[in-house]
């Protein structure tokens, strides 16, 4: 029994594959078109999922799309409706498309789906929809491995619901609660987000990695203007402060009037106002989301919580809610965002159509640490890398272990990509860059000559699941990086009064713990367990690493530079590490030194990279 989930024509694009309800394969888009957030119909995603699976599209019981169109359709109508006459403009611009594509979206599913395969199968017959919010439960509940457990999910908006509650029992999913459009905590963050200056759906990270810098100094206006929260954490927004509903942009003029600065530009600076804004929609959200958590819990007596949605990508919260102890299990999906809505498609289907039994996954869950994308063989990596002109060494695997740790000791950014892709917006030691956490100058160095990237973001320390609780305050099993959690108060090194006044990199570069390239400036970290089960390449490197420091913690952070999504193959990778200063690349048991490469093709690769 096979179901192949999609998501598409938002952002994020992807493609799963479930058989049997173990989940085979899945990936975005954006990995394969080199297209960051790709939002297009995902022909290479599909196409990998196929062929891992040993599948043709004539094999597949369903395809399973991940929203509703018409629903949503509906929702756009009855707003314009609502808000008239104003947003005729923004009104005149969906309309096209919407009559053009989007309302057509099963005959443009099939049209999509014949270009990769499709002739000679009845595949309109095949495509199915389930809706956006039951996809995010199914993402999150059915991989878990709880048998019975709630289901929070929150994001911007599906076809109505930005906010709903459901209960999982075995094969089954109840959606009992919905907070529906346009009353949603994910367009307040995103709103935040907008009129910090960054982009929304895809910069919603950087204003939680800001907010540490500020004061939360606006939450009462927050609370008391925009939106109003109740005891048992269900809210409305005052639609006055925002332009989402019927205009081109997320806020209005009211909201900049309120907060008495306008919206900030991506040229301008960061100031003290920023931060202590991005700090305080956060704390805001943490609010909303511990208030419904600790209503849930009281309310349906149940003990496990599945998260998924854009906002259980905000992994402050998420720890909050661990530390608080409202549940006794929490398990959040990886790819908890649109992409993750394919997978959740095609468990929906599989378990609402089939009606199968469930079993609940062994171990950790059923995502196999979400290495659900390409992997490369030995010979095929040499081959490619050869291809592109690159020099290397091969090794044993005992000897790649040893000369990545001595690259590491000797605080050298080293290019890691080994075994499966990860499915979902973080890398966890598949396709990472690596560095040494004890280094002071590792985060500096890597934002600023590696990651290209704003100097104020912090970085994610892996771990040894057997040792996280020798160096955070956390105990227990944080795969997939989407817990925050403290260092050890015995880690830290204290603060003076004159480096608390500092900003941005200035307060990140002061070593404030032992592993100062992954503390941040609240003595924070977004902590990766790793391990031996799911990844045992990397957890030996980890083991490695300790034996030689005393350290089981590494530098973690994506293996792509700004602007760019995080490499896929052995190319994608020799492209990255000559464009960048990455110093070492360690591709399946091929060893490359920079030093060691063509250095005309070093100029050529650089250029290059900096056009793009």
């Known amino acids: 029994m096979r179901v192949l989930g999609l998501s598409a024509y938002y952002h994020d694009s992807a493609a799963a594959l479930v058989v049997d309800g173990k989940v085979i394969a899945a990936a975005q888009e954006e990995r394969f078109t080199r297209k960051k957030h790709d939002a297009g119909f995902p022909a290479n995603a599909l196409k990998y999922c196929l062929a891992e699976g040993g599948l043709a599209l004539a094999d597949l019981d369903y395809v399973a799309f991940y929203e509703k169109p018409f629903l949503k359709f509906e929702r756009l109508l009855e707003t314009y409706v609502a808000f008239a006459p104003r947003g005729f403009r923004s009104f005149r611009m969906a309309m096209p498309l919407w009559l053009k594509e989007k309302l057509l979206q099963k005959r443009l599913l099939t049209d999509e789906l014949k270009k990769v395969g499709g002739n000679g199968c009845a595949v309109e017959e095949k495509v199915v929809f389930s809706e956006h919010h039951l996809s995010h439960a199914a993402s999150a509940f059915y991989p878990s491995p709880f048998r019975e457990a709630l289901i929070l999910t929150m994001d911007g908006v599906g076809e109505w619901p930005t906010t709903s509650v459901a209960i999982g029992r075995d094969n089954q999913i109840e959606v009992i609660k919905e907070i529906h459009f346009p009353h949603s905590i994910g367009l307040l963050y995103s709103a935040f987000t907008y009129y910090t200056g960054f982009k929304v759906n895809s910069g919603e990270y950087k204003v939680m990695g800001l907010a540490p810098y500020g004061e939360p100094k606006y939450v009462d206006t927050i609370m008391s203007e925009i939106i109003d929260v109740k005891p048992d954490g269900s809210f409305r927004l005052n639609q006055d402060y925002f332009n989402y509903c019927t205009g081109l942009t997320m806020t209005s003029n009211r909201f900049a009037r309120l907060f008495g600065a306008p919206v900030r530009t991506p040229d301008k600076p ?8 991005a700090a305080s929609v956060q704390a805001v959200t943490e609010d909303v989301v511990l208030r ?86 030995q010979a095929d990596t040499e081959a490619r890398l050869a291809a592109v002109g690159g020099t290397f060494v091969v090794l044993d695997d005992k000897s790649i272990i040893d ?19 990860e499915f979902g917006p973080r890398a966890l030691g598949a396709r990472s860059i690596l560095g040494d956490p004890r280094s002071p100058a590792m985060q500096k160095t890597l934002n600023l000559r ?31 990086m989407l817990m925050v959690a403290g ?19 200035e307060k990140l570069n002061v070593p404030r713990s032992d592993i100062p390239a992954v503390t941040h400036v609240d003595y924070s970290a977004r902590i990766q367990t790793v391990h031996e089960e799911t990844n045992p390449r990397y957890y030996r490197l980890l083991d490695r690493f300790k034996a030689r420091t005393g350290c089981p913690v590494l530098v973690n952070t994506s293996f792509n530079v700004r602007g760019e999504p995080i490499v896929c193959t052995p190319e994608d990778a020799f492209r990255c590490f000559m464009g960048s200063e990455i110093e070492v690349l360690v591709v399946g048991n091929c060893l490359l030194r920079k030093e060691d490469q063509d250095p005309a093709l070093k100029r050529d690769y650089k250029h290059a990279f900096e056009l793009d």
Not at 270 to 277: G, N, P, R, S
Not at 324 to 349: H, K, N, R, S, Y
Not at 403 to 421: C, F, H, I, N, P
Not at 453 to 480: G, I, Q, T
């Open 270 to 277: 960061l100031t003290q106002f920023h931060t202590d804004v």
């Open 403 to 421: 000369a990545t740790v001595e690259a590491l000791v000797q605080e050298k950014a080293v290019g890691w990509l080994q075994g499966r892709m």
């Open 450 to 480: 590696v990651k290209y990237r704003e100097s104020f973001r912090p970085f994610a320390p892996s771990v040894l699941r057997e040792d996280v609780a020798k160096w955070f305050e956390f105990d227990d099993d944080s795969p997939y």
């Open 292 to 377: 419904l958590c600790r209503a849930l819990r009281a309310e349906s007596g149940l003990s496990r919580l599945c998260l998924a949605g854009g906002v259980a990508l905000n992994c402050v919260a998420n720890g909050k809610v661990w530390r608080e102890g409202i549940f006794d299990d929490i398990w959040v999906q990886p790819a908890a965002g649109d992409a993750g809505g394919a997978l959740g498609a095609a468990l929906a289907t599989y378990y609402g159509n089939f009606q199968e039994p469930r079993t609940v996954p062994n171990g950790l869950d059923g995502m196999s640490g979400a290495y659900l994308g390409p992997a490369f063989e």
């Open 487 to 505: 260092v050890r108060e015995e880690r830290r090194k204290p603060m003076t009064e004159e480096q608390q006044t500092l900003f941005g990199i």
